[in-house]
């Protein structure tokens, strides 16, 4: 079964610090991985994805994440974190039989403070 | 260019009651999805549909129905509302330039979501 495991429910950072928000994956298949950012009473809006390639994604924003096969891992990233980028985080993955299928993580809040 | 447009924003239902949300995508995108986002979870898919005419199955389709008469609208139906339907619902639409998903772009645009409450 696919599934998408997001183990932070909240992240707290200071401004100007790095920041990580964790995501660990399941699929059969290639993963095709996704981050998005949902600010508050918004849709999801996209991050960033990884299809294949470098396992390095640079994304919207500042952020980046790291694909890593070995710990089915899919972390987002960013080096300097602002005030405005807290908000809440959801990780996705495509499923790897039904490709019109996407699961996502149960999201993580992003708390930045000054 | 409005993007994924969803109304009503806020709905207050009562048990058996009926309803339909609507969602509308002005980017030409054959592909649609519907979404609930139940508190502390992720988002789960209803309903999608690969092109007009054509419909499918999520994980969580009970009772829910759809149509796509148009590559524009995908409206989702409630016949007999339930409190287990109170949730916050997300249409989306994609662009896939292959068959079965493949070559598909695989980036989601939602709408503002829709509030159901069942009481």
């Known amino acids: 079964a696919q599934s998408v495991a997001q183990p932070e429910d909240q992240v707290n950072v200071a401004e100007g610090n790095p920041l990580t928000v964790k995501c660990t994956y399941s699929?059969?298949?290639?993963?095709?991985l996704f981050w998005y950012v949902q600010y508050p009473n918004r849709g999801l809006q996209f991050l960033l994805k990884?299809?294949?390639?470098?396992?390095l994604v640079k994304g919207s924003y500042g952020f980046e994440a790291e694909f890593n096969k070995s710990q089915t891992s899919f972390h987002l990233k960013k080096p300097s974190a602002l005030v405005s980028d807290s908000a809440l985080y959801f990780c996705?993955?495509?499923?790897?039989?039904?490709?019109?299928?996407?699961?996502f993580g149960s999201g993580t809040k992003l708390n930045v403070k000054p | 260019n409005a993007g994924v447009t969803q109304t009503p924003k806020f709905r207050i239902l009562k048990i058996g009651q009926s309803m339909t949300l609507q969602c509308t995508q002005d980017?030409?995108?054959?592909?649609m999805y519907w979404y609930r986002q139940d508190p502390g979870m992720g988002l789960k898919l209803i309903y999608y549909?690969?092109?007009?005419?054509?419909?499918d199955k999520g994980e969580v389709p009970n009772g829910y129905n759809v149509s796509r008469s148009t590559t524009e609208d995908f409206p989702l139906r409630l016949e007999l509302a339930a409190p287990s339907q109170t949730s916050v619902y997300f249409c989306?639409?994609?662009?896939?330039?292959?068959?079965?998903?493949?070559?598909?772009?695989?980036?989601?645009?939602f709408g503002p979501g829709t509030r159901l409450t069942v009481l």
């Open positions: 989306a639409s994609s662009y896939s330039t292959g068959a079965g998903g493949l070559g598909s772009t695989d980036t989601q645009y």
């Open positions: 699929v059969s298949g290639n993963p095709y």
């Open positions: 990884y299809i294949t390639g470098d396992n």
């Open positions: 996705a993955v495509r499923d790897g039989s039904d490709f019109n299928k996407f699961y």
């Open positions: 980017m030409n995108h054959n592909y």
């Open positions: 549909s690969v092109g007009a005419g054509i419909t």
